[in-house]
């Protein structure tokens, strides 16, 4: 072989090297595990959402002792870059719950591989140069619960466990490292920052946590409670406690962002003080224009005062009386239609035509005369050839001690740019094409910048192999003529 093809054959090889090294360094890139609406994933839903509200509802005990479509266990997720070295972990975006944790070395029933096409990664403490234990007498552990750690032996771990409503759970001891984010420095251009934030570090895991096919490395709480990561974030300093999300419900991925938006403009509702979840006060329901004849106290349940917003929810649960309300209005324009049963709780039908076309818009009535709009094709699931299902769900069953809930997901939240403004203590949002990009101001220079949406699905990988694929092609050729 003469030294032409030699050197050709070299560069090839340190092509690939290079291309196999390198990897993506977004901040927020959002991805949703499934890429599409399948008959084979309804079960999960359902199972995902028992799971979730299980979280939500369920006691949390911390040892004072405690693409875009619809999913099982991990929803959007994102990349985090944690310690030093800094390495990367794959973790659920989740609005519902307040803390950040994921799996660590020696951790007992944690997954160990994934079907979402991610390598798993186990966080190890004494690995990190930067990384170190939070004992339970530090301020961190007394401000998360508003009380002092019971039994607390000076430097002793700060402890947690979550109990989720299926029986699954995870518990561990937090730690604190340097946690790395892409600041927003431009237009679609960022820079580095380092944060150091207490989070979670899972040891042992049970049920269906430990076991999940589409698993991630842990969550990322985007809660209000002083252990969330925006609060962390927020207390020392570095960023307000406002952030937003545009989950692509079309295409999988989308916009994921801390700081004020400035477009597109959103109209906002309060929230409802003193609650632990996004919950807002719902006035009524109208379907194609016509109000749902409910009374607006049946949005009130209990101790869950309004309705809850979180996008870490598969579907949309209304009250029994609303739900059957809802279900009869749906099907006036079709009424030759019969359903049937699938998975036990979806009620399905086969249609042929135009869905937009022949079934109506549901629009949420909000206060301070916010709205949200669902359109059937939201709302509907295409299963099979012309058999649909719908995802509204009746909440009788998702409850805690009887009481019903009105808890608006994904379902709802899709192709919509939702902010959370906690300064304000307020949330709203607005249709919009979250395949795009959206403007923020910069709390400290005031700049107003431009951030994209961004997609770290398997997608976005084949593009970047076929682009490197051609490049390999026209070395190969040049190769070819050299011979």
Not at 289 to 306: K, M, Q, V, Y
Request: charged share 15%; with cysteine.
């Amino acid at each position: 072989m003469d030294l032409r093809r030699k050197g050709c054959l070299i560069f090839l090889l340190l092509s690939v090297l290079v291309v196999a090294v390198k990897g993506d360094n977004l901040v927020f890139n959002v991805k949703h595990k499934y890429g599409g609406r399948g008959g084979s994933i309804l079960n999960e839903l359902k199972a995902h959402d028992s799971r979730r509200h299980g979280r939500m509802l369920a006691a949390v005990d911390f040892q004072l002792g405690g693409n875009g479509q619809p999913t099982d266990a991990a929803l959007y997720y994102t990349k985090l870059t944690i310690g030093t070295p800094s390495k990367e972990y794959h973790v659920q975006v989740d609005t519902g719950s307040d803390i950040l944790w994921v799996n660590c070395a020696g951790c007992a029933r944690c997954p160990s591989k994934s079907s979402l096409g991610i390598d798993l990664m186990l966080y190890d403490l004494k690995a990190s140069a930067t990384g170190k234990t939070v004992s339970c007498d530090q301020d961190f552990c007394t401000d998360m619960f508003n009380a002092p750690y019971s039994d607390c032996r000076v430097g002793s771990p700060c402890e947690y466990q979550v109990t989720y409503g299926d029986g699954s759970s995870t518990s561990g001891y937090f730690v604190k490292d340097y946690i790395h984010f892409d600041q927003v420095s431009g237009d679609l251009q960022t820079t580095s920052m380092n944060g150091s934030i207490a989070f979670g570090c899972s040891s042992r895991q049970s049920g269906e946590l430990g076991s999940s096919t589409q698993a991630v490395d842990g969550i990322i709480g985007f809660g209000q409670a002083n252990s969330s990561l925006i609060s962390q974030l927020a207390v020392s300093g570095k960023v307000q406690k406002v952030f937003s999300h545009c989950l692509d419900g079309s295409n999988g991925g989308g916009i994921f962002a801390i700081g004020q938006v400035v477009q597109p403009k959103v109209k906002s509702t309060p929230l409802v003080p003193n609650e632990p979840h996004y919950n807002v006060v719902m006035k009524g329901i109208e379907v194609n224009g016509e109000a749902l004849n409910i009374p607006t106290t049946i949005f009130d349940a209990g101790s869950n005062r309004g309705t809850i917003i979180d996008s870490g929810t598969t579907l949309a649960y209304l009250p029994n009386k609303v739900y059957n309300a809802l279900m009869s209005k749906l099907m006036v324009r079709q009424p030759d239609l019969t359903t049937h049963l699938v998975e036990g709780s979806f009620h399905c039908f086969y249609f042929g035509g135009k869905i937009d076309a022949g079934f109506p818009v549901v629009t949420f009535q909000f206060a301070d005369s916010v709205s949200l709009k669902v359109y059937p094709h939201d709302y509907l699931f295409q299963v099979s050839d012309n058999e649909w299902c719908i995802g509204w769900q009746d909440s009788g069953m998702q409850t805690k001690d009887g009481k019903e809930i009105t808890l608006l997901g994904d379902l709802v939240l899709s192709n919509k740019l939702v902010l959370y403004d906690l300064e304000n203590q307020s949330i709203g949002w607005t249709e919009y094409n979250c395949s795009s990009s959206i403007k923020v101001r910069d709390g400290t220079s005031g700049k107003v910048y431009t951030v994209g949406s961004h997609n770290i699905s398997s997608a976005s990988t084949l593009n970047s192999r076929m682009v490197f694929t051609l490049f390999l092609l026209v070395i190969s050729i040049l190769c070819n003529l050299l011979k």
